[in-house]
């Protein structure tokens, strides 16, 4: 076998691990999407009459606009703000307990859906994070962290 052969066989060869690499991470990105939008749907359903949660929809219910709405639940997070590797979610314990970003991003999903105003948890690896949308604005926001229409 010549060095052409053999580097046509290794080309080859590495093509198909790259190739099954790619499904791989393809199939893990949709897995974990999947998994995500679960975790989320079975918040919901316990969680979306909440205290807190409707209290929070209600005390900000008032503000004039959807943008100043997004404004008032997130200084109302930012003011609870305290990281913890706490699993659990129940947003009782944004008081006690405190959590992770995917506690704090589904807080904010479970308050808009209260107010009506749409939104979508993205997950990435390693952290979560909410958009906030209307025909209006766009708001990217997190437990400490708020972006609209590319203003901080």
Partial sequence: MDTKEKIGYWSVYVFC???ILGYAFFIYTFINKSISEKYFEVLSNDYKNSPVILSLAENCSSEVSNLMKVYCVNAFIYSQYNYSNFTSFDPEN????KGDCKFYSSFYKLTFDNLNISSRIITIPK???VVVYDDEFYCVLDQFSLLCNGRV
């Fill in 127 to 129: 952290h979560a994070y």
């Fill in 17 to 19: 691990i790259l190739l």
């Fill in 94 to 97: 944004i008081y006690t307990v």
